[in-house]
C-alpha cells in the first residue's frame, strides 16, 4: 500500500535557525516522486520542491532542501535561515507509479518564533 | 505568476442541495484535479480529468459527483446532493502534460472552496 507518515503535528524553530520537518513513504514502485506543499493559515496550498525516485542529488529551492534517504523511504525537508512567514502547515505527498494522484501525510504545524 | 483560481471562496448550502465549485486552472495545463481535505484529517484525491473524460477518481468519488469543462477555461465540481460529510475544503489543481510514467508531476494548487454543509 502506499503511504506518507508524518510523525511531527507540531514543531517550533526559532527565527534564523534552520529546522527539519520529517516525511516517511511506503510504496513498492520504483519510479515515484515526493512532494512537499505549505499550507498557510489562509488555506492555499503552495508547492515547495520536487524529489524524483531516480534523482541522484537532494533537491534545494532556495532555502528548502530536500534530505532524501532512498534505504530509509525517507524525504526531510529542511527549511534554513526561518523567517516568521514559514508558519504554516507544511503536507509531504508522493506520487507513485502509474498513477497521477497524490497521497498525503497528515501535515506538521510550524510555527516560528520571534 | 500564473495561478489557479477558484471560486467561491466559501460556500454555505443546506444538506440535499446542489453546489458547483469553480475552477480556473493554469491556462498552458492539460490535467486537472480535485482534492479534499476534511478539517483535521489529510488532503483526499476525488478525481483527475484529462482530454474531456475523467483519467483517475476515487472511492470518494461517487454518482453524487460529476466534473466538467464546460469551455476552454472552467473546470467544476458538481455535487448533486449535498450531505454533512461533504464540509470540507474543495482544492483544484492543474499539471502540465507529462507522460503516465513520470513522476515529475507537479500539481499547483488554487486557494481552495470552503464548502459547510447545514
Known amino acids: 500500500a502506499q503511504k506518507i507518515t508524518q510523525t511531527q503535528p507540531g514543531m517550533f524553530v526559532q527565527e534564523k535557525e534552520a529546522v527539519t520537518l520529517d516525511c516517511t513513504y511506503d510504496t513498492s514502485d520504483q519510479s515515484y516522486g515526493l512532494f512537499w506543499y505549505k499550507q498557510p493559515s489562509s488555506g492555499e496550498m503552495i508547492f515547495l520542491i520536487y524529489q524524483g525516485s531516480y534523482d541522484e542529488q537532494n533537491a534545494t529551492e532556495g532555502r528548502y532542501s530536500l534530505n532524501f534517504q532512498k534505504a530509509r523511504k525517507s524525504a526531510n525537508l529542511v527549511i534554513s535561515a526561518s523567517q516568521l512567514g514559514d508558519s504554516a502547515m507544511y503536507f509531504c505527498a508522493m506520487k507513485a507509479g502509474n498513477n497521477r494522484k497524490l497521497i498525503w501525510g497528515l501535515g506538521t504545524s510550524l510555527a516560528v518564533n520571534p | 505568476e500564473p495561478e489557479v483560481t477558484q471560486t467561491p471562496s466559501h460556500q454555505v448550502t443546506q444538506m440535499g442541495q446542489e453546489v458547483i465549485l469553480r475552477c480556473v486552472p493554469i491556462?498552458?495545463?492539460?490535467?486537472f484535479y480535485w482534492y479534499r481535505q476534511i478539517l483535521g484529517q489529510k488532503v483526499e484525491f476525488l478525481v483527475s480529468?484529462?482530454?474531456?473524460?475523467?483519467?483517475?477518481k476515487s472511492e470518494i468519488f461517487d454518482d453524487q459527483f460529476s466534473v466538467e469543462r464546460p469551455d476552454g477555461s472552467n473546470f467544476t465540481l458538481k455535487i448533486r446532493s449535498t450531505k454533512l460529510e461533504d464540509s470540507a475544503m474543495y482544492f483544484c489543481a492543474s499539471s502540465v502534460r507529462v507522460s503516465l510514467t513520470s513522476a515529475k508531476n507537479i500539481q499547483y494548487f488554487g486557494a481552495g472552496t470552503r464548502l459547510s454543509v447545514l
Open positions: 491556462s498552458n495545463h492539460l490535467y
Open positions: 480529468f484529462y482530454n474531456n473524460e475523467i483519467s483517475e
